[in-house]
């Protein structure tokens, strides 16, 4: 049997600390291992790489205090630890220092999009784009701001560029990029094309949970709720975070799977509620769960509350909504999710509770009539 082939990711630690180890001296090294272990961290959905990215900075900086690659490593890290006030801040710093490097406006841009901050995110976009025409990370940025806005057939376009312009020897890169294509061919209603992207992208690179959980989603409109959830099985073997888990347990429960559902959704209620107090948490599939599932809609407000305090996207504001909904607090639940749909988000499951929001609605509200 041939040995599995390393990831691009691993190929690229594998490199990098060879050159630690013939320049240990040197922050370089560890300034490319940094990013080669956050990039591992996208490829295996693990966060435990973006604490092994922090300790290369922090030796980087050791040896070069204040050197710019290092902290940009960082506001990547802080982006993907989901700190993003603090990466906004960062990212901030470092655009003040060189008001031209294109990575540091994606970092702006992720962190606002994040809190919520759409103007801010998109001026930062159209900065990278700007200052390099036709660059992939500015492509993929203004597709997703695209999706958010309601334009899907011009994030579709500008995610297709991007895969075009990525070479074939970046197999995971490639495979997410289909992936996000699946993703919108969906939300665009052609399931039969999203299917084909994400099949490609599972051929690209086998067990991919950002493929898998599209997938899924495809089974699900399908109605093979059973096919969803071993698709979903399969996604958290590979990827065993709480709001894995909680997907999971829904799709079982629609299969009919009633038994395992039940103890899915213990575990994760056991597990999201260990980390609802860190940045990294699974929070709003929380909200989710106790609002719709475990009919505690104190405890949804709760940490829908605690949630919306750290981050502001239409997701968190959406989930915000239905907590304050399942409470009895109609017009505060219409205000928020009015607030949300104000971007132009066409996600079928933010408009599906949202009609039920506005159905709910006092008589006198404009939203109502």
Not at 10 to 17: G, K, L, P, T
Not at 81 to 90: G, S
Not at 311 to 340: F, G, K, M, P
Request: hydrophobic share 45%; proline share 5%.
């Amino acid at each position: 049997m041939l040995a599995q082939q390393p990831s691009p990711a691993e190929q690229a630690v594998s490199a990098a600390q060879k050159v630690v180890a013939a320049r240990p001296e040197k922050p370089d090294g560890y300034n490319q291992l940094a990013l080669a272990f956050a990039r591992r961290a996208r490829e295996t959905s693990d966060n435990a790489y973006y604490d092994k990215a922090e300790e290369a900075i922090v030796r980087s900086l050791k040896l070069s205090p204040d050197n710019f690659e290092a902290l940009k490593m960082r506001a990547w890290v802080l982006l993907g630890k989901h700190e993003f006030r603090q990466a906004l801040d960062l990212a901030r710093t470092l655009n003040k220092r060189a008001p031209d490097d294109l990575f540091v406006y994606g970092f702006l841009t992720d962190a606002n999009v994040e809190l919520g901050n759409y103007k801010e995110a998109e001026e930062a976009c159209q900065w990278m784009l700007d200052l390099r025409p036709g660059n992939i990370p500015a492509f993929t940025r203004a597709a997703y701001l695209r999706e958010l806005f309601g334009d899907i057939e011009g994030a579709l376009e500008l995610m297709a560029k991007a895969y075009e312009r990525t070479p074939p020897l970046e197999v995971e890169d490639r495979a997410w990029l289909l992936t996000q294509l699946g993703h919108l061919e969906l939300l665009a209603g052609r399931n039969a094309n999203a299917e084909l992207m994400l099949q490609e992208a599972l051929k690209l690179f086998p067990n991919y949970h950002y493929a898998l959980a599209n997938l899924a989603r495809v089974r699900s409109v399908q109605e093979k709720h059973v096919e969803a959830a071993d698709m979903l099985e399969r996604r958290y073997k590979a990827a065993p975070h709480p709001e894995n888990l909680f997907s999971l347990a829904e799709a079982l429960d629609r299969a009919g799977r009633r038994t395992q559902a039940t103890a899915m959704f213990a575990e994760f209620e056991k597990r999201a509620l260990e980390e609802s107090a860190g940045w990294d948490n699974a929070n709003r599939e929380l909200v989710f769960y106790y609002a719709n599932h475990a009919r505690k809609p104190a405890e949804a407000l709760k940490i829908a509350r605690m949630e919306v305090e750290r981050r502001r996207d239409v997701y968190t504001l959406d989930a915000y909504a239905w907590a304050l909904h399942v409470n009895n607090d109609h017009r505060e639940a219409l205000e928020t999710i009015d607030r949300a749909l104000s971007v132009g988000i066409k996600d079928p499951e933010v408009l599906s509770r949202a009609a039920i929001i506005r159905s709910s609605a006092p008589a006198a509200s404009p939203a109502r009539k």
